[in-house]
């Protein structure tokens, strides 16, 4: 049987305004965390919040980024997640002291907040969603925003087993984007909570294991559903020693010239990548001389 390895496969309910779509995250997985030394706790939380990043991703209609962050005061600090429109994701994370195995996300959080970002990448304008975290794992925190923030009706499963991390999101689209659909509103409801229902029977094995083919006809067999064509997923980091560059000017010649001082050179490790950046007098010197454009393109990641 054919697997659906770093997929993600968009699919919907005919007739009604349920869609949805499943994600399998290996390679692009792997990638992302492989050069991390992470504790295992957050590398289940990271790959989750990989395959979850990608779900909501598939559902906007943006050409730049969906940036999800978890912040708190507790052992670990901050969780990012970063993908891009054709499904380029990195991920990374800061923790501060011993983060034992067996200890979960939910172990290490105080005081945690969930930072929402979409990033168009194309001059218009960020958005970004703050809100306390809330559930007691990282669908229900992701489900409770969407509902409160977007008024957007959600269902996420999320898992990983070590080697991939899978999803499936189902979500009711506003009534009002589908005038179209003559529903009575209780047949609107009834549609959603029955799908929701048949979707409450999938196992984590099988969101790993199987095609997304496979898995929908498994849990919908009765209902009319339409599978679109799959997309793939992939590990991708944007830095750059342009980027890079531009964030060294943006800290200015004062705070540059005392780190050439004290150190000699200046150098930069992408948290996501662990590409490393170096940069001597004479590079830095360059970089500020080029300084003249920098104002205008403050949007560095
Ligand atoms: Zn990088």
């Given at each position: 049987?054919?697997?659906?390895?770093?997929?993600?496969q968009r699919?919907l309910?005919?007739?009604t305004?349920?869609?949805?779509?499943?994600?399998?995250?290996?390679?692009?997985?792997?990638?992302a965390?492989n050069?991390?030394?992470?504790?295992t706790?957050?590398?289940?939380?990271?790959?989750e919040?990989?395959?979850a990043?990608?779900l909501?991703?598939?559902t906007l209609k943006?050409?730049?980024?969906?940036?999800?962050q978890?912040?708190?005061?507790g052992?670990l600090k901050l969780?990012?997640?970063?993908c891009?429109?054709?499904?380029?994701?990195?991920?990374?994370?800061?923790?501060?002291g011993d983060?034992?195995?067996d200890?979960?996300?939910?172990d290490l959080l105080?005081?945690?907040?969930f930072?929402?970002?979409l990033d168009p990448?194309?001059g218009?304008?960020?958005y970004?969603?703050?809100?306390p975290?809330?559930?007691?794992?990282?669908?229900?925190?992701?489900?409770n925003?969407?509902l409160?923030?977007?008024?957007?009706?959600?269902?996420?499963?999320?898992?990983?087993d070590?080697?991939s991390?899978?999803?499936?999101l189902l979500q009711?689209?506003p009534?009002a984007s589908?005038?179209?659909?003559?529903?009575e509103?209780?047949?609107?409801?009834d549609?959603?909570?029955r799908?929701?229902h048949?979707?409450?029977?999938?196992?984590?094995?099988?969101?790993?294991?199987?095609?997304t083919?496979?898995?929908?006809k498994?849990?919908?067999?009765?209902e009319?559903v339409?599978?679109f064509?799959?997309?793939n997923?992939?590990?991708f980091?944007?830095?750059?020693?342009t980027?890079?560059?531009s964030m060294?000017?943006m800290?200015?010649?004062?705070?540059i010239?005392?780190?050439?001082?004290?150190?000699?050179?200046?150098?930069?490790?992408?948290d996501?990548?662990?590409?490393?950046?170096?940069?001597?007098?004479v590079?830095?010197?360059?970089?500020?001389?080029?300084?003249?454009?920098?104002k205008?393109?403050s949007?560095?990641?």
């Amino acid at each position: 049987m054919k697997n659906d390895h770093d997929t993600l496969q968009r699919f919907l309910f005919e007739h009604t305004a349920i869609r949805g779509n499943i994600v399998n995250l290996t390679n692009t997985l792997q990638l992302a965390l492989n050069k991390q030394h992470l504790p295992t706790g957050l590398k289940q939380a990271l790959g989750e919040l990989m395959a979850a990043s990608a779900l909501l991703t598939a559902t906007l209609k943006m050409n730049g980024s969906l940036i999800l962050q978890l912040q708190s005061k507790g052992i670990l600090k901050l969780l990012v997640v970063e993908c891009n429109a054709t499904f380029g994701i990195r991920a990374t994370a800061k923790w501060s002291g011993d983060v034992k195995d067996d200890q979960t996300l939910f172990d290490l959080l105080e005081h945690g907040q969930f930072v929402i970002t979409l990033d168009p990448k194309d001059g218009g304008q960020t958005y970004q969603g703050i809100v306390p975290l809330e559930g007691e794992n990282i669908s229900a925190m992701l489900e409770n925003y969407m509902l409160r923030s977007e008024q957007i009706d959600t269902r996420i499963w999320l898992c990983y087993d070590g080697n991939s991390a899978a999803g499936m999101l189902l979500q009711k689209l506003p009534e009002a984007s589908h005038q179209e659909i003559n529903h009575e509103h209780h047949e609107y409801d009834d549609a959603w909570n029955r799908i929701c229902h048949l979707a409450e029977t999938i196992r984590d094995k099988e969101l790993l294991d199987l095609p997304t083919e496979t898995i929908l006809k498994r849990l919908f067999h009765e209902e009319d559903v339409r599978l679109f064509e799959a997309s793939n997923t992939q590990f991708f980091c944007s830095c750059s020693r342009t980027s890079v560059a531009s964030m060294l000017r943006m800290l200015g010649q004062d705070e540059i010239n005392s780190i050439l001082e004290e150190q000699g050179k200046i150098e930069v490790n992408c948290d996501f990548c662990n590409a490393h950046y170096r940069f001597d007098p004479v590079d830095a010197a360059q970089l500020l001389a080029s300084d003249t454009s920098t104002k205008l393109n403050s949007n560095v990641h």
